[in-house]
């Protein structure tokens, strides 16, 4: 099951890979920064995909803590997810001399699973296009805005299909395994380089978690407003996929169902 093969990967590789911050405090809450409307079918079709990298992310991640030498964690400074036909390449980047990043480990993941770890060729570079996508993850790293609600976030990377450049997200990280986090996610577009953010979007206003009932039961559904954009978002795709729960977005005076990957404005079927 997913969730608990993540609380390893998280308890685990945590310290090491991931990016880190300090949760904000919720006291103040500013007005509300609109973000980037997407269409409905571009936040179905990109929750998605943040699902199938982010899936092949904790299941490499998996395949290398069984590693039986730990030490190959030492070196490790984070990862990549790369296209390969059908399936999803997942490259963990190591730092070399003088502070080149390198290739490290590769683990091929497709919809039956993970591959075993290979290693890459000593004194292989990385490529130009995978350097600059990790980049990507680390410039968007550092510049997270004032929201803030764990101490660490996980980060999907992928080629933006409107640009030459990356778009990048920080996802709430929670090792809580009834919590849902709908708040706190961040959207970046990141320049084809890595290096400049064109664009930062916070996909909610505050921190905002879904509570999932104890006994692993499913609950008829989720809601929440949405504040930030007149509709759903990718992550509110994401989430539903990964808990395998129907979740409605209130927004403006809509109402949205996303069921998975399905989105649907619902408004005429819940407003007299």
Request: charged letters at 20%; glycine letters at 8%; a negative charge.
């Amino acid at each position: 099951m997913r969730l608990k093969s993540a609380l390893v990967s998280v308890a685990v590789l945590g310290a090491i890979l991931g990016v880190h911050a300090d949760p904000a405090s919720a006291d103040d809450t500013p007005a509300p920064v609109m973000i980037e409307e997407w269409s409905l079918a571009k936040v179905s079709r990109i929750g998605q995909e943040i699902y199938r990298y982010d899936r092949a992310a904790w299941l490499a991640t998996d395949v290398l803590l069984a590693a039986p030498d730990k030490s190959v964690l030492q070196d490790l400074r984070g990862w990549i997810v790369v296209p390969e036909g059908d399936a999803l390449k997942v490259r963990f980047i190591a730092a070399g001399e003088n502070g080149v990043f390198k290739p490290g480990f590769d683990v091929v993941v497709n919809e039956q699973g993970a591959g075993p770890m290979t290693t890459a060729p000593e004194n292989a570079p990385l490529p130009p296009d995978q350097l600059a996508m990790f980049k990507a993850r680390q410039t968007a790293a550092n510049n997270v805005g004032r929201l803030v609600c764990s101490g660490r976030f996980n980060t999907v990377v992928m080629d933006d299909p409107d640009s030459d450049g990356w778009l990048v997200w920080l996802l709430t990280a929670t090792d809580q395994a009834n919590v849902v986090p709908i708040g706190g996610h961040y959207r970046f577009t990141i320049s084809a380089d890595g290096a400049s953010v064109m664009r930062r979007d916070m996909l909610s206003n505050s921190c905002i978690n879904g509570q999932m009932p104890p006994d692993g039961a499913q609950p008829a559904m989720l809601f929440f407003t949405q504040i930030v954009s007149k509709g759903p978002v990718e992550t509110h795709v994401f989430q539903s996929i990964l808990n395998r729960v129907p979740i409605y977005i209130g927004a403006a005076d809509k109402v949205f169902a996303v069921e998975g990957a399905h989105v649907e404005d619902v408004t005429s079927q819940v407003k007299p």
